[in-house]
């Protein structure tokens, strides 16, 4: 990014985010940049400035921070697991536009980190103590910085404790300068010594440099293998045609077309292809690049392409085995263009869900209707340690429901492109053993009524609705009269009959919003919303078990006693 565009990001940031930004963001940010730190991992000197820090000042929290443009990146850190946070809820964002130390005693009494939510929420910071880090005049490209969860007085001989430890890490940064710009300014002066260096470091690769007069000036180790050449030949920097003619005189090379077996000029570079391949000896393919330099010569590279083919046959098996995985588990592998909002699926989704790749709106119009307020944070991957937040019900195109989960990660790319890559499982039958469970748990197996656990839940909701809206509420407690004698004289069937037909008539006599519960062996409670007239609500229920049915061949009668309250 050049510097013009990258001011132009730092207003817009100025404009939208609340922390402040210094009119030099741009330069600091170019400094920070060309430091080539960022990201880079631990470093002994920078992990013991913390150490340090945090012993002499008794604190929980040391850091050195570096202000990246959207993030505040950790170099070194004690007592912290995050590598990095958002710059919006940095205090190093006020540390760094000053040149003496930051001290915030108590963060809840200071209204620019009142309400920063790693004050109000975990880890509750109370005190914080920054030393900018200067490279430059008015450029801090971060802060060495102290945490504590209590308030705490920072005298001054602290304070100056502290910018010499801080003094320490710009001395390290100054180093980690000094090393970057030699790097480039070598980089610049062996820019041909690059050049080999970049070339033979392609893997598998073997490389000759023919100059413009046709003289092999290098050749790497592995082109001495591709090509079966001695050593003590390329010592002497032969021509170009002397590593034909070997060739030539070993037939190396059995299917050489009549292009490479004549050379119009000397050193024969002149007339071959810029790519092209050659079958040996062993049954090896070699793929040979030529590249012309501008002063005349050439660089020649020889890779052999029979492990590239393997490797690929390998990532094929490798794609095939992943697919009949995915197929196994019920679930597909997708991937989430956030640029352009496209959805790109793995082949067996359309079995799964009923669609292929396309807008991540698709997806969303065939959510259930209740659950569609999810399907945004399913799409961004973006849920916590709620399992229930990444899932919810979607709609096949045969008008079957399932339910869905989704995992995935966050991908930064080259540029700024970011994109997402997840996994979703179907749940369904989860979901369905998991409603079993709760239906066990909170119903009677033989009549399928609510038991004596959820009874009592729905009692007290009852009561609770009613207080609130100055009603009335009805419990009836029923004991079927005679229910002993039945087991006794007719058997267990039969007894199993009639609480079978109680639970029935009783659940057809109570309203839409009454609960009728199985409390014991042969007592019922029905819990009545709306009683009206309490004794004419039993004489209801009373009535209704009255009328006998019949069981192999007897007539069976379930007369109940009723209490009303």
């Not at 915030?104 to 914080?128: S, W």
């Not at 690049?289 to 492990?307: E, I, K, N, S, Y």
Request: one cysteine or more.
């Amino acid at each position: 990014m050049s510097r013009n565009a990258q001011a132009r990001v730092i207003a817009k940031v100025r404009a939208d985010m609340s922390y402040p930004l210094g009119a030099n963001e741009a330069e600091r940010l170019g400094l920070l940049r060309d430091l080539g730190i960022l990201d880079t991992p631990p470093e002994a000197q920078f992990d013991a400035v913390c150490r340090t820090a945090s012993r002499l000042f008794g604190v929980p929290i040391a850091v050195v921070s570096l202000i990246d443009d959207d993030r505040q990146w950790f170099k070194a850190r004690c007592g912290l697991d995050a590598a990095e946070t958002p710059r919006e809820v940095a205090f190093c964002n006020h540390t760094i536009l000053q040149d003496d130390v930051l001290v915030v005693e108590d963060a809840t009494r200071d209204e620019r980190f009142a309400g920063n939510p790693l004050v109000a929420g975990a880890p509750g910071i109370r005190f914080y103590a920054g030393a900018p880090l200067t490279l430059r005049p008015g450029l801090a490209v971060g802060t060495l910085c102290i945490v504590d969860m209590v308030p705490r007085d920072f005298p001054a001989e602290h304070r100056a404790a502290l910018s010499d430890l801080a003094a320490t890490v710009v001395a390290h940064l100054r180093l980690q300068e000094a090393r970057v710009q030699a790097e480039r300014r070598e980089a610049a002066a062996a820019e041909r010594e690059a050049l080999f260096a970049l070339t033979l470091g392609h893997m598998d690769q073997g490389l000759l440099l023919v100059d413009a007069g046709g003289h092999v000036a290098v050749c790497n180790d592995r082109a001495l293998a591709l090509l079966d050449l001695p050593a003590d030949l390329m010592r002497a920097r032969p021509h170009f045609t002397a590593v034909k003619e070997w060739q030539r005189a070993r037939g190396e090379f059995s299917n050489a077309p009549h292009h490479l077996r004549e050379h119009a000029r000397a050193g024969g570079m002149d007339t071959d292809p810029p790519v092209y391949r050659r079958e040996r000896r062993n049954g090896t393919v070699l793929e040979i690049r030529t590249v012309r330099l501008p002063g005349g010569g050439a660089v020649r590279t020889f890779t052999d392409v029979t492990a590239q083919q393997r490797a690929e046959e390998a990532l094929g098996a490798s794609e095939e085995r992943l697919q009949l995985a995915l197929r196994a588990g019920r679930m597909f592998a997708w991937e989430r263009d956030l640029e352009t909002d496209i959805v790109t699926r793995s082949d067996n989704a359309r079995n799964l869900i009923g669609l292929s790749s396309g807008p991540a709106s698709e997806f969303v119009a065939r959510v259930h209707p209740a659950d569609r307020d999810r399907a945004p944070a399913v799409l961004r991957g973006a849920w916590g340690d709620d399992t229930e937040s990444n899932e919810l019900r979607y709609v096949r195109d045969d008008g079957t429901t399932i339910w869905l989960a989704a995992r995935s990660v966050k991908i930064e790319q080259p540029g700024g492109r970011r994109r997402l890559v997840g996994v979703t499982f179907d749940i369904t039958e989860r979901k369905k053993a998991e409603e079993a469970l709760r239906h066990m748990a909170n119903h009677d197996a033989l009549t399928g009524l609510p038991n004596r656990a959820l009874f009592q839940r729905r009692l007290e909701e009852a009561l609770a609705a009613a207080e609130r809206a100055n009603g009335r509420v009805a419990l009836l407690l029923l004991d079927l009269d005679d229910f002993k004698g039945v087991n006794d004289t007719i058997g267990h069937d039969a007894g199993d009959a009639v609480l079978r037909e109680a639970a029935r008539r009783l659940r057809a006599t109570a309203g839409p919003q009454d609960t009728v519960a199985r409390i014991g062996g042969d007592e019922f409670a029905v819990i009545v919303t709306e009683p009206g007239d309490a004794e004419a609500v039993g004489q209801t229920f009373s009535d209704a078990l009255r009328q006998a049915f019949e069981f192999g061949g007897r007539a069976l009668s379930t007369r109940a006693s009723i209490g009303v309250a």
